[in-house]
């Protein structure tokens, strides 16, 4: 029994597509999966074998961060649809998120740092 | 019948057809959903940015994620982040079962969604049970414990633990007088636990004393026992608050630590039997780092592991609707979009906790 509410069919059904077009999706949904593996898998073993306070790190923290970035945009864009969706939606979100906290981490990490001096000999 | 119901209103409000679309183009339950995941992500932002301003505050005294997470269950040993990494890997191919869930759901494929929304809501017990593993693990801690040299300074202990095979009674208690030979796990008083518990609770209350060669301690019934170990292995430390003497060790130079050519044998010992000693971690005190670590590791780790029981209790009612047929009737499978979408979050929020909590 369909229930008469047009407000959920209307944009609902946009969505539906044939079993053709869902090989094509399912082909790119493994393809992500295998980047993301092959990602995290990068991530351990960089983690692993550098270490912290060596020359390297610091290098090794950025790519870090700009793995989690990477592996961030896979998942919403394609396993979340964000892609997908009116451009509107998509901007209204990630691009407010995206400033907000970019202006909380340059607030706060500054803050931290300015702290460090003053903490560093607090008993544990 | 919904053609007839949507003239209507726009005749009410005086506007055409075309000019009905939402300016998101998705419903409303796909919209509230995204600005609840707004909100959440925002929530999650707060605890991870405030925990990049303490750990920058603590500078070298931060705990690092391999040094601290390095155990697997069943298996002894070293395995620096190998944990996590299943953990986050199990997150990820859950969020893969859930997305083909969803992709079914656009075929109106009944049984592709029954069989990926199952899949998911397995991955999502699993992961959970991991959780609750590693949160045993981090609570109970390892057999070293921390300690508080005699300079004062704080360091944390690696290596391999000596068993300990038994203990040898010198002078019995009310309990352990009527046992024969020594006290074993089999023999041994349901307040002890075990050797290892009894030998650790004795070293925390400073019922421990001896040297690394001859350890004596008193059981819960006031028994003396003479503690048979095996040589502990590789016995390292690593200095994590400065004291008089020792200098932070940095986990990338070997040198900065105290190895058994340095007596770290005899350091640790002295500590022990003087009760210097930390085990595991809770509310008020832990082995690993500054108290504020290990707050923000169950108030960060449990504050996803809240989400994910969410999520599976979510899943689980959309499993049950998806069984009974409900979607089906009503025409489209949206509510497993929904449900996947707060699913795939969880796993985002995963990505940046593995990185900032575990790697970083």
Known sequence: MAEERDDIIEYSLYTHHSEEEGKKKRKKIWQVTLILSIVTAVEVILGIFVKQHSDLWLTIKILFIILTVVKAAYIVMTFMHMGDEHKILRRGILWVYIIFILYMIFLIVGEGAALYPRMYNFPW | MAEHTSNELSALVGMGEERRQSPVGASYGKLMMWIFLFSDALTFGGFLVALGLTRYSYGGAWPIGE???EGLPFIAGSYPLAFVAFMTFLLILSSVTMVLAVEAGHRMDKKGVTKWLLATIIGGLIFLGSQAWEWSHFIHGTNFGRVELSDGSQAIVKGKFGEINNFEVLRA????????????????????????????????????????????????????????????????????????????????????????????????????????????????????????????????????????????????????????????????????????????????????????????
């Not at chain 2, 609770?201 to 003396?224: F, I, M, P, Y």
């Not at chain 2, 640790?268 to 085990?279: A, D, F, K, S, W």
């Not at chain 2, 670590?293 to 960060?300: A, I, L």
């Not at chain 2, 504050?303 to 089906?328: D, Q, S």
């Open chain 2, 67 to 69: 040094e601290t997470f």
């Open chain 2, 173 to 360: 208690g009310s309990y352990y007088a009527g046992i024969e030979g020594a006290i074993t796990n089999e023999n041994i008083a349901p307040e002890d636990k075990n050797l290892m518990h009894a030998f650790r609770h004795a070293a925390a209350s400073r019922k421990l004393s001896g040297t690394s060669e001859a350890l004596q301690l008193v059981l819960h019934d006031g028994t003396v026992a003479k503690v048979n170990k095996e040589k502990d292995e590789n016995l390292h430390m690593i200095v994590k608050v400065p004291g008089a003497v020792h200098p932070v060790s940095t986990a990338a130079h070997k040198d900065t630590w105290i190895h058994e050519e340095d007596g770290s044998v005899d350091l640790y010992y002295e500590g022990l039997t003087n009760g210097r000693v930390t085990y595991g971690a809770n509310m008020q005190e832990n082995e690993y780092g500054p108290q504020i670590y290990s707050n923000f590791f169950f108030f960060v780790t449990g504050f996803h592991g809240f989400h994910v029981t969410l999520g599976i209790i979510v899943n689980i009612v959309v499993f049950v609707n998806v069984l009974k047929g409900t979607y089906e009737r009503r025409g489209h499978y949206e509510m497993v979009e929904k449900g996947g979408l707060y699913w795939h979050f969880v796993d985002l929020v995963w990505v940046f906790v593995f990185t900032f909590f575990y790697l970083i």
